[in-house]
């Protein structure tokens, strides 16, 4: 069974950076699309990037393009988010899990909480 964990969110001032990880624990983290969501508090759970298996293609949200980067490391198992210029509105708890038409795996990851506030 797939297992994902995420890893690098905190408390950031507005303006600040953070970088994300999320390790996972399947052979076919390599051969799927896989992406960052973010729940805020009150809100569904949203789509904010993805990324092509090869790392090829990258999408984002509206919200977070141009301040926000998907990257992947595909013999480590591992997805990033390299998140700059950071906004209240970005604060959520984050979570990775497999992208692409076939939606997210049925399993997720405890996330890991980011919070932007001065």
């Known amino acids: 069974q797939v297992q994902l964990a995420e890893s690098g969110g905190g408390l950031v001032q507005p303006g600040g950076s953070l970088t994300l990880a999320c390790q996972v624990s399947?052979?076919?983290?390599?051969?799927?699309?896989m992406g960052w969501y973010r729940q805020a508090p009150g809100k569904e759970r949203e789509a904010i990037a993805g990324?092509?298996?090869?790392?090829?293609?990258?999408e984002y949200a509206d919200s977070v393009k141009g301040r926000f980067t998907i990257s992947r490391d595909n013999g480590k198992g591992t997805l990033y988010l390299q998140m700059n210029d950071l906004r209240p509105e970005d604060t959520a708890a984050y979570y990775c899990?497999?992208?692409?038409?076939?939606?997210?795996?049925?399993?997720w990851g405890q996330g890991t909480q980011v919070t932007v506030s001065s």
């Open positions: 990324i092509t298996s090869g790392g090829g293609t990258r």
């Open positions: 899990n497999k992208a692409g038409p076939y939606g997210p795996w049925e399993v």
């Open positions: 399947t052979n076919f983290f390599r051969l799927n699309p």
